[in-house]
């Protein structure tokens, strides 16, 4: 990274990543495979004004994922990557990060991505690579059905979680939880809807607190700084 801004360097050293200045944006690489609703949310919250990052590239796994034709409406470079091109995984993921690195990501988001990234990707992205995964981890990890499996399962509460990705499956450093309180009145249905309209604040947030330079990892735990200490 090459900006400069008011954080300690501790912080610095723990994410990778420093402030964005108020005259500039972190720049954001989405990866989809589905409806790309988490990324409409991103690529909205920028067009309101005010929000510290702009997403500049997507890939997917699925060259029909209704999320790139979301990138592309908006003037995102979008991209697929279906394993039938590759020889292996690792060799998907270098195509991919090739992809990423030619326009200039600084954080990774996976927004409904349904593959698993191989080690050189998370190795290459650590601490810059952010999840957001329909409950409250750890909670239902490691399944894409996490909200109904949440509704069967007879929870009083769910939610959405966004979290750094690490090695372990849905077990990187929890950045935000946003609870769901199920209403008796609920489908799975319902109750998946709810819980994704929180994820559309969730994502947006704890990408405002990366920008900002308001994280710090201590061990597994993720502290947030008051904008008062920067």
Do not use: W
């Not at 720049?27 to 500049?56: I, K, M």
């Not at 699925?62 to 060799?91: C, H, I, K, M, W």
């Not at 090695?167 to 249905?189: F, H, K, N, S, Y």
């Not at 994820?199 to 920008?211: G, N, V």
């Amino acid at each position: 990274m090459t900006r400069t801004g008011g954080i300690t360097a501790e912080i610095d050293e723990a994410l990778g990543i420093q402030p964005v200045p108020p005259t500039a944006c972190l720049r954001l690489g989405v990866l989809a495979s589905g409806r790309g609703s988490n990324l409409q949310a991103l690529l909205d919250s920028r067009a309101g004004g005010q929000f510290p990052a702009q997403v500049v590239a997507v890939a997917s796994n699925r060259p029909n994922a209704p999320a790139l034709e979301r990138a592309r409406r908006a003037g995102v470079p979008a991209e697929a990557f279906p394993q039938t091109r590759y020889a292996s995984l690792a060799d998907r993921d270098a195509a991919v990060q090739a992809f990423l690195e030619a326009h200039g990501v600084e954080l990774v988001v996976l927004a409904g991505y349904d593959r698993v990234l191989a080690p050189g990707m998370l190795a290459a992205y650590r601490n810059r690579l952010i999840n957001i995964h329909p409950s409250l981890l750890p909670a239902f990890a490691g399944t894409l059905q996490a909200q109904a499996a949440a509704f069967e399962h007879g929870v009083k509460v769910s939610g959405c979680t966004v979290h750094f990705v690490d090695e372990q499956l849905d077990g990187g450093p929890i950045i935000l939880q946003r609870a769901v309180a199920l209403d008796e009145a609920d489908t799975a249905e319902s109750f998946a809807a709810r819980i994704l309209a929180e994820e559309h604040q969730a994502l947006p947030d704890a990408i405002r607190l990366i920008a900002e330079g308001r994280l710090r990892l201590v061990g597994r735990r993720c502290r947030i700084l008051p904008p008062s200490r920067l």
